[in-house]
């Protein structure tokens, strides 16, 4: 026994505890994902994801400025449109759900939160796939390319400060902000999803967009077993000019996420996504998980293991709990 070695000194009070905390999630740091669907004449619920709803243009607004009032530090929408099509075009048509919301809340907000949209098209294609096909099937990168560039250009005419291709199309990243520039949006930046899964963990986001996606994204997403192929993306989404990058699903992927944090010289995101959101949520239900310790937990770990930004469905509860 060494009596100098007592590393238990330093967690006798809370108030010793919270002195020598290394790790500190701030409300500021945390991004609210938000449903805004078409033909909603009320707010719907998800059954998957208890608390989270489809707001319709209404709900949404006010739900935004209650988020911003809470103290989160950013906003990424999601749209869920009344028709879809082969080619996604509710995603690039100025009315359509995802732009006209994003106008609400630009007009709505202002400068005083950041408002992020995803830039990609599994929301509106009657197949549900993140891009355009071809013939035989198969989801046609460049093809999509030419997509993405049009949709990040009319969601930064909405008032998108931040764009977020999802969809791991190869070169996303630079056509995106080629796009961007062109159309004179210098000042609109990309958080990029680099290193997306092809994760069991969407499954609840599924029934959140009424997803008509029949088989898998395995041929774009990254596959669970790799790491390297993770770092490889973000250094390609950084030559290509990603402002920011982002891992997905989160806490499954802490490894990845550290190494990411690692590398990156921007900003570093993770996106703890509908399953690890419906998994505590379940399990708090039945009694078996104290809710907001667990939730806070979560993202503890996720900061700890090199996050900057977190997008979280408890988002705006998490910020209530948090100083700020
Ligand atoms: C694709 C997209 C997905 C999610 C965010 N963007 C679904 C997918 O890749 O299948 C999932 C988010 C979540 O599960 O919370 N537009």
């Known amino acids: 026994m060494f009596p100098n070695h007592r590393p238990r000194r330093l967690r006798t009070t809370p108030a010793m505890r919270r002195l020598v905390s290394e790790t500190t999630v701030r409300p500021a740091q945390l991004i609210l994902p938000m449903f805004v669907a078409e033909d909603a004449r009320q707010p719907r619920p998800i059954e998957s994801m208890p608390?989270?709803?489809?707001?319709?243009?209404?709900?949404?607004?006010?739900?935004?400025?209650?988020?911003?009032?809470?103290?989160?530090?950013?906003?990424?929408?999601?749209?869920?449109?009344?028709?879809?099509?082969?080619?996604?075009?509710?995603?690039?048509?100025?009315?359509?759900?995802?732009?006209?919301?994003?106008?609400?809340?630009?007009?709505?907000?202002?400068?005083?939160?950041?408002?992020?949209?995803?830039?990609?098209l599994d929301e509106f294609t009657d197949?549900?796939?993140?891009?355009?096909?071809?013939?035989?099937?198969?989801?046609?990168?460049?093809?999509?390319?030419?997509?993405?560039?049009?949709?990040?250009?009319?969601?930064?005419?909405?008032?998108?400060?931040?764009?977020?291709?999802?969809?791991?199309?190869?070169?996303?990243?630079?056509?995106?902000?080629?796009?961007?520039?062109?159309?004179?949006?210098?000042?609109?930046?990309?958080?990029?999803?680099?290193?997306?899964?092809?994760?069991?963990?969407?499954?609840?986001?599924?029934?959140?967009?009424?997803?008509?996606?029949?088989?898998?994204?395995?041929?774009y997403q990254q596959n669970p077993a790799n790491v390297r192929e993770a770092l490889r993306e973000t250094e390609l989404d950084l030559a290509e000019g990603a402002d920011a990058v982002m891992v997905k699903p989160a806490l499954?992927?802490?490894?990845?996420?550290?190494?990411?944090?690692?590398?990156?010289?921007v900003p570093v995101a993770a996106y703890q996504v509908s399953g690890e959101y419906a998994m505590i949520e379940a399990a708090a239900r039945n009694g078996w998980l104290d809710r907001e310790r667990t939730v806070l937990e979560a993202l503890t770990s996720i900061t700890r293991a090199g996050a900057d930004l977190i997008l979280s469905y408890w988002a705006v509860e998490a910020a209530g709990w948090l100083d700020r």
């Open 51 to 120: 608390g989270v709803v489809q707001h319709t243009r209404d709900s949404l607004r006010k739900a935004a400025v209650d988020a911003v009032r809470a103290g989160v530090g950013g906003l990424m929408l999601f749209g869920v449109p009344a028709r879809r099509d082969a080619v996604g075009s509710g995603g690039t048509d100025p009315d359509g759900v995802l732009n006209v919301a994003l106008r609400d809340l630009h007009t709505e907000l202002g400068d005083a939160t950041v408002l992020m949209a995803d830039t990609c």
């Open 127 to 219: 197949h549900g796939h993140c891009g355009v096909l071809t013939e035989d099937g198969a989801v046609d990168n460049d093809a999509t390319l030419a997509r993405y560039a049009e949709m990040a250009v009319v969601q930064a005419e909405s008032g998108a400060q931040l764009v977020g291709p999802s969809g791991m199309m190869d070169g996303q990243v630079g056509v995106i902000r080629e796009a961007l520039d062109e159309a004179g949006h210098i000042d609109t930046g990309i958080l990029a999803y680099s290193a997306k899964y092809a994760s069991a963990f969407y499954g609840p986001f599924r029934e959140a967009v009424d997803s008509q996606l029949k088989g898998d994204r395995k041929t």
């Open 252 to 265: 499954s992927y802490l490894d990845v996420l550290s190494a990411v944090a690692e590398l990156a010289n």
